[in-house]
């Protein structure tokens, strides 16, 4: 049974609930000292000064050429040499799944979109990734680096996934994201890779590439260090934009995300170590900022926790949360700090969210946020939720502790604060 079982037991509760939840297990120095040192340790890669334009590889900026091969011999090529930058000039080039290799910085020029394949088949073989927390074989994401080093995003242009209603999008099966009654979606294959990682098939086993209808993701680096997305804007993505999975030493810098289908959650951080989001400007159909770090049997068994991540100077407009942790976070979050945000919309639910339940489990512990302007939202400015998805039905029960916010202000919303937890 919830902790909060009504609105007015709600309203009875939170006010005596707030200060010994924020106060809990406070550390005796000051926590943000351990954000500046964070900030020390990222450092963003560095590229030789070497220049491969996709055209000289037979790129056509008339977005309809197929350009895959030509991106693939451009970082081939770039990679050879010892790394650099490769270009893509002013114009509208149209691509298959692009993966990066180390020492490549893949540059957008000013007035250069890259137009991503509506055709499925433009993402396969599939490879190793992680999709909800689980990993398996699918689908590449858009732009896709695995194990790879010092690798690159940047530049003005825009990166447009051409998703819809039509395209990517119904997938999700639902009649408000295009999917019609007979048309295929994710739900069979999802519910299958979910008993997979739940009885620990081998991942190589697990081949949810074509026929599928698992969504791929815009931008994947797996197991990557040395990562860097600056400057660049997202637009119209399948599914969840910006996944770094098990990286180290990650920057995601003055990027733009307009994208507003299902589950298009802006940055998603899972299983990372020393992450900086900074002067972001999110607007998307999911949580904008969303860290994780696996979920459920899967989570567990690779036990990596999201750690040491500093998010400043962004802005958030529409969305389900606007920093939010879950909801899978089998392997634990710790150590997030979050400063100088501006978060604005009758279309935001949430200021910081967390969502977990009894078969996710996890710690999410030393939680900071301070200097937070909010126009409105929603629904809650802080939200705690234990009751996602399969809520108390699981035998490993989350915990959430030492959570600071400080130095917000709010204009409008319709609650403080939101408990929902479990009684035992």
């Given at each position: 049974?919830?902790?909060?079982n009504?609105?007015?037991?709600?309203?009875?509760?939170?006010a005596?609930?707030?200060?010994?939840?924020?106060?809990?297990?406070?550390?005796?120095?000051d926590p943000?000292?351990?954000?500046?040192?964070i900030?020390?340790?990222?450092?963003?890669?560095?590229?030789?000064?070497?220049?491969?334009?996709?055209?000289?590889?037979?790129?056509?900026?008339?977005?309809?050429?197929?350009?895959?091969?030509a991106?693939?011999?451009?970082?081939?090529?770039?990679?050879?040499?010892?790394?650099?930058?490769?270009?893509?000039?002013?114009?509208?080039?149209?691509?298959?799944?692009?993966?990066?290799?180390?020492?490549?910085?893949?540059?957008?020029?000013?007035?250069?979109t890259?137009?991503?394949?509506?055709?499925?088949?433009?993402?396969?073989?599939?490879?190793?990734?992680?999709?909800?927390?689980?990993?398996?074989?699918?689908?590449?994401?858009?732009?896709?680096?695995?194990?790879?080093?010092?690798?690159?995003?940047?530049?003005?242009?825009?990166?447009?996934?051409?998703a819809?209603?039509?395209?990517?999008?119904?997938?999700?099966?639902?009649?408000?994201c295009?999917?019609?009654?007979?048309?295929?979606?994710?739900?069979?294959?999802r519910?299958?890779?979910?008993?997979?990682?739940?009885?620990?098939?081998?991942?190589?086993?697990?081949?949810?590439?074509?026929?599928?209808?698992?969504?791929?993701?815009?931008i994947?680096?797996?197991q990557?260090?040395?990562?860097?997305?600056?400057?660049?804007?997202?637009?119209?993505?399948?599914?969840?934009?910006?996944?770094?999975?098990?990286?180290?030493?990650?920057?995601v810098?003055?990027?733009?995300?307009?994208?507003?289908?299902?589950?298009?959650?802006g940055?998603?951080?899972?299983?990372?170590?020393?992450?900086?989001?900074?002067?972001?400007?999110?607007?998307?159909?999911?949580?904008?900022?969303?860290?994780?770090?696996?979920?459920?049997?899967?989570?567990?068994?690779?036990?990596?926790?999201?750690?040491?991540?500093?998010?400043?100077?962004?802005q958030?407009?529409?969305?389900?949360?606007?920093?939010?942790i879950?909801?899978?976070?089998?392997?634990?979050?710790?150590?997030?700090?979050?400063?100088?945000c501006?978060?604005?919309?009758?279309?935001?639910?949430?200021?910081?969210?967390?969502?977990?339940?009894?078969?996710?489990?996890?710690?999410?512990?030393?939680?900071?946020?301070?200097?937070?302007?909010?126009?409105?939202?929603?629904?809650?400015?802080?939200?705690?939720?234990?009751?996602?998805?399969?809520?108390?039905?699981?035998?490993?029960?989350?915990?959430?502790?030492?959570?600071?916010?400080?130095?917000?202000?709010c204009?409008?919303?319709?609650?403080?604060?939101?408990?929902?937890?479990?009684?035992?």
């Amino acid at each position: 049974m919830p902790v909060v079982n009504t609105r007015r037991d709600f309203l009875r509760s939170s006010a005596a609930a707030l200060a010994p939840w924020l106060r809990a297990a406070q550390p005796a120095a000051d926590p943000w000292q351990e954000a500046a040192a964070i900030m020390q340790r990222i450092r963003p890669p560095k590229f030789p000064d070497r220049e491969f334009s996709v055209t000289r590889f037979g790129a056509k900026p008339d977005g309809v050429a197929d350009c895959t091969a030509a991106f693939r011999k451009a970082i081939a090529e770039c990679a050879r040499a010892g790394g650099g930058r490769v270009l893509v000039p002013a114009g509208r080039f149209m691509s298959g799944a692009i993966h990066l290799q180390s020492g490549v910085n893949l540059h957008l020029a000013e007035g250069a979109t890259i137009l991503f394949s509506r055709e499925p088949k433009a993402y396969l073989p599939a490879v190793y990734t992680r999709w909800e927390g689980m990993e398996c074989m699918g689908y590449s994401a858009f732009i896709y680096a695995y194990r790879q080093d010092n690798i690159a995003i940047t530049g003005r242009g825009t990166l447009d996934g051409q998703a819809d209603c039509s395209h990517w999008w119904p997938w999700k099966g639902r009649t408000n994201c295009g999917w019609k009654k007979g048309d295929p979606n994710q739900e069979a294959a999802r519910r299958r890779l979910i008993e997979m990682a739940e009885r620990d098939a081998p991942v190589q086993e697990r081949q949810f590439g074509d026929g599928s209808y698992l969504r791929p993701q815009f931008i994947q680096t797996y197991q990557c260090r040395n990562v860097l997305i600056e400057g660049v804007t997202i637009v119209n993505s399948p599914m969840w934009e910006i996944h770094p999975v098990l990286c180290r030493n990650v920057t995601v810098r003055n990027v733009d995300i307009h994208s507003h289908g299902p589950n298009n959650d802006g940055c998603n951080p899972e299983s990372c170590h020393d992450v900086l989001i900074e002067g972001c400007r999110f607007d998307t159909g999911d949580d904008c900022i969303a860290i994780k770090s696996g979920r459920n049997r899967d989570g567990r068994r690779i036990n990596v926790p999201s750690e040491n991540i500093v998010i400043r100077g962004c802005q958030m407009k529409d969305g389900h949360g606007g920093v939010t942790i879950g909801s899978e976070m089998s392997g634990s979050v710790r150590n997030v700090f979050a400063e100088d945000c501006r978060m604005d919309s009758p279309h935001l639910d949430r200021a910081l969210r967390i969502k977990t339940n009894a078969v996710r489990g996890g710690v999410v512990e030393n939680v900071y946020m301070r200097k937070v302007h909010i126009g409105q939202v929603a629904d809650a400015v802080i939200h705690v939720d234990f009751y996602y998805e399969e809520g108390a039905r699981g035998d490993f029960l989350p915990v959430v502790r030492n959570i600071r916010v400080s130095d917000l202000t709010c204009e409008k919303s319709r609650f403080a604060l939101y408990l929902r937890g479990f009684e035992k």
